[in-house]
C-alpha cells in the first residue's frame, strides 16, 4: 500500500538502527537474532564497511533534508557493536554527521558491556556518542543466562562496564532489560536501580502467536483478555516492577522507566514515543553491515527474512522504505490494528501493543498481541494507581 494513495501522508524516519558487527562474543539462548527464524545474519559481512557507512551517511542526510528534520537519532547496534572496537562506531557517527548539515544528531552505542573500557568510554565521549548496556538485571544470578560462547558469564565484565558508566552519567543511555518471569519483579528492578541508569526499559520477551512467551501457552481464537480470566503473569510481573517504581517517586536515583511513563502519558491524552504502546507511527529503519535497508529486528521471530525488504542504501532512497506494506502498517494508528484492538477499551494505549508480538503462521499480523492480557492488566493498573494520585474534589 502506497500512503500517499492511501490518503495518509508517510511520516519520516527519525531513528536508524545502524548495526556495525553482525556477529555477537555471547551465547545467549533466548536472543532472537541468533536463536531466533531469520538466519539472515549468516550471510551478512561480519563488519560495516567504509563504502556502507557513507551511503548510509548520505542516505540519512536525504532523507532529513526532503523531509525538514530539525534532528535524528541513530543507534549503533549489532551483534555486539563493539567487537569492531570503538574505532568503527566512531567512523560510522562521523560518517552520519559529516553528512547532515544543520540537523543535530543523537547518537548512541547498545552494548552488551563485556568491551567496554575506560579508553573506549573516553572515545565515545570525545565523539558525543552515549552507551545504553543490555541486562538482565543487576546480580549475577540474574544475568546467568548471559554467557559467552564458551558458556562463561558475560556479568563481571558488564558489571564493571556499568560501575564505569554510574561514574559518567553524561556519557549513560541507560539499560535495555527483557523480563524473565522466572525472576522476582522485586530484585530485578532493585538491583539494576542501584546501578544508577538514567533510564531503564523493561521489555517484554520478543514473542507470537506461533512462538508464545516463556511460561506461558497462548493460542487462538483472539483476543485474550483479562476480563475472560486468562492469567497475565508478565502484567502481574511489571505491575510489581511499576509499584515499586511509582512508590520511589521521591528518590533522585529512580531510573526513567520508559514503558511506565508513555502509558502514564498515554492515559493523560499524550501520543506516544515508542512503539511497543501508544498508536504513534513507526519512525525507525535499520540499516544491516551490507547495506540492506530491513524492519525492525522484533519481527526476526515471525519467520526466517522477515524483516527483508529488498532495499539497500546503495539503490534505493529510506522514501522508498516508507511505502512498504510492514512499514504503512505501523504508521495507521488505529487504522492498522485488528477489529479486537479498535473495539478494546484500552486500545488507545495499549496500540495493540509490539507489532511482532501479533504474528500468527499462517494469518499473518493482523490480530492482537500475544500480550493481549498482560497489556490490559498493566495498563488498568497503572490507570488506579494515577487515579489514587489525583485530586479529588
Not at 539462548?29 to 545474519?41: K, L, M, V
Not at 565523539?127 to 543490555?134: E, F
Not at 517504581?245 to 491524552?269: N, Q, S, Y
Not at 500468527?360 to 493482523?366: D, L
Amino acid at each position: 500500500m502506497d500512503l500517499r494513495r492511501a490518503g495518509h501522508r508517510p511520516f519520516p524516519f527519525r531513528q536508524f538502527v545502524l548495526k556495525v558487527h553482525s556477529r555477537c562474543n555471547l551465547g545467549c539462548q533466548y536472543c532472537i537474532i541468533y536463536q531466533g527464524q531469520d538466519g539472515s545474519w549468516r550471510d551478512r559481512p561480519v563488519r560495516v564497511t567504509a563504502e556502507v557507512m557513507q551511503h548510509t551517511a548520505q542516505r540519512i542526510a536525504e532523507h532529513a533534508t526532503a523531509h525538514e528534520l530539525a534532528e535524528v537519532r541513530v543507534d549503533l547496534h549489532g551483534g555486539e557493536p563493539l567487537l569492531s572496537g570503538a574505532e568503527t562506531a566512531l567512523a560510522y557517527v562521523k560518517a552520519v554527521r559529516s553528512a547532515l548539515r544543520g540537523v543535530k544528531l543523537w547518537a548512541t552505542v547498545q552494548t552488551n558491556g563485556t568491551l567496554v573500557s575506560e579508553r573506549t568510554l573516553d572515545l565515545l565521549s570525545d565523539a558525543n556518542i552515549r552507551v545504553g548496556l543490555s541486562l538482565d538485571g543487576g546480580t549475577a544470578a540474574l544475568n546467568r543466562r548471559r554467557v559467552d560462547h564458551a558458556g562463561r558469564p558475560a556479568w563481571p565484565m558488564a558489571a564493571r562496564a556499568a560501575r564505569l558508566l554510574a561514574d559518567r552519567p553524561e556519557l549513560y543511555g541507560g539499560i535495555l532489560c527483557a523480563i524473565d518471569i522466572a525472576s522476582d519483579p522485586v530484585e530485578v528492578y532493585s538491583s539494576l536501580a542501584e546501578l544508577c541508569p538514567p533510564g531503564l526499559d523493561l521489555l517484554l520477551p520478543h514473542a507470537n502467536w506461533s512462538s508464545p512467551p516463556p511460561g506461558l501457552d497462548r493460542r487462538p481464537p483472539w483476543p485474550a483478555r483479562t476480563a475472560e480470566g486468562v492469567p497475565t503473569p508478565y502484567g502481574d510481573w511489571l505491575a510489581v516492577a511499576f509499584d515499586l517504581w511509582w512508590d520511589a517517586a521521591r528518590d533522585e536515583r529512580r531510573p526513567a522507566v520508559r514503558l511506565f511513563k508513555e502509558i502514564i502519558a498515554l492515559l493523560l491524552g499524550t501520543p506516544s514515543t515508542i512503539e511497543s504502546v501508544g498508536l504513534s507511527p513507526t519512525c525507525a529503519v535499520v540499516v544491516e553491515t551490507d547495506g540492506a535497508m530491513e524492519q525492525i529486528d522484533s519481527l526476526r521471530l515471525a519467520y526466517d527474512r522477515a524483516t527483508a525488504t529488498g532495499l539497500d542504501v546503495f539503490g534505493n532512497s529510506f522514501d522508498e522504505a516508507l511505502d512498504l506494506p510492514g512499514v504503512v502498517a505501523r504508521q495507521l494508528g488505529s487504522a492498522g490494528l485488528a477489529a479486537e484492538c479498535r473495539a478494546c477499551p484500552v486500545g488507545r494505549v495499549c496500540g495493540g501493543g509490539n507489532y511482532g508480538h501479533r504474528f500468527h503462521k499462517g494469518t499473518g499480523f493482523h490480530h492482537p498481541s500475544v500480550y493481549c492480557a498482560d497489556l490490559e492488566r498493566l495498563v488498568r493498573h497503572v490507570s488506579g494507581r494515577l487515579e489514587q494520585a489525583m485530586p479529588r474534589g
